[in-house]
C-alpha cells in the first residue's frame, strides 16, 4: 500500500502584493507571526522560517520519506531549496520597500547525507556583501549538533519594484 501527503497553500498573489509594500524585513517577520500565509514551496516541502533579522534568516525543516531521492536519502534538490531560501531570504532582509530581488545564482557543496533518521535540519543564511544592485549570501544546512551538512553561496540582483499593472 502507498503513502500519502496531502497539503494545501494560499493564493501567492497575496505574498507578492505585500512584499511589494513593505521593507524585507517587515515582509518576511509578517511570515514568520503567520500574519501573512507561508510560500507555497514551503507547504510542498514542509519547511519553516524559524528566525529573522536583519542580513540572516533561518529555515528549518525535518526529513521525510518524501523527500527522498531514489536511492533513500534526501533528495538535492530539498538542500538547495532550504539554502536557497535561506540565503535569498537573508538578502531580502536588507532590503527596503520598493526593491526586490532575485537568485542570480546558486552553488551548493553537498557534503553529508541526510534521511529521516537525522531529525531536524536548519538552513542558516547570511548576507556576506551587500551593494546597490548585488548582494553576496552564504548558507549553511546543519543538523541538531551543528553539523555541517551543506553549504551554498548565492549572488542575488536588487532591483525596484514593478509598478502595479492594475
Known amino acids: 500500500m502507498g503513502?500519502?501527503?496531502?497539503?494545501?497553500?494560499?493564493?501567492?498573489?497575496i505574498l507578492a502584493e505585500a512584499a511589494?509594500?513593505?521593507?524585507?524585513?517587515?515582509?518576511?517577520r509578517e511570515?514568520?507571526?503567520?500574519?501573512?500565509?507561508?510560500?507555497?514551496i514551503s507547504y510542498a516541502f514542509d519547511f519553516t522560517l524559524d528566525?529573522?533579522?536583519p542580513g540572516r534568516a533561518v529555515f528549518s525543516l525535518v526529513p521525510g520519506e518524501e523527500?527522498?531521492?531514489?536511492?533513500?536519502s534526501v533528495h538535492g534538490g530539498v538542500f538547495a531549496?532550504?539554502?536557497d531560501s535561506a540565503a535569498g531570504c537573508a538578502?531580502?532582509?536588507?532590503?527596503?520597500?520598493?526593491?526586490?530581488?532575485?537568485s542570480l545564482d546558486l552553488t551548493v557543496k553537498f557534503l553529508r547525507r541526510i534521511t529521516a533518521d537525522t531529525g531536524r535540519v536548519r538552513a542558516?543564511?547570511?548576507?556576506?556583501?551587500?551593494g546597490r544592485q548585488i548582494a553576496l549570501a552564504q548558507a549553511q544546512l546543519v543538523d541538531g549538533t551543528d553539523r555541517l551538512l551543506a553549504h551554498a553561496t548565492s549572488s542575488c540582483l536588487i532591483f525596484p519594484v514593478p509598478p502595479s499593472q492594475g
Not at 20 to 25: D, H, L, P, V, Y
Open 3 to 13: 503513502r500519502t501527503r496531502t497539503y494545501q497553500w494560499e493564493d501567492p498573489a
Open 20 to 28: 511589494g509594500r513593505m521593507a524585507g524585513i517587515d515582509f518576511l
Open 31 to 40: 511570515i514568520q507571526a503567520g500574519r501573512l500565509p507561508g510560500p507555497p
Open 51 to 53: 528566525e529573522v533579522e
Open 67 to 72: 523527500h527522498y531521492n531514489p536511492i533513500g
Open 81 to 83: 531549496t532550504l539554502l
Open 91 to 102: 538578502v531580502q532582509s536588507t532590503i527596503p520597500q520598493g526593491m526586490a530581488y532575485t
Open 124 to 130: 542558516i543564511g547570511t548576507v556576506v556583501s551587500r
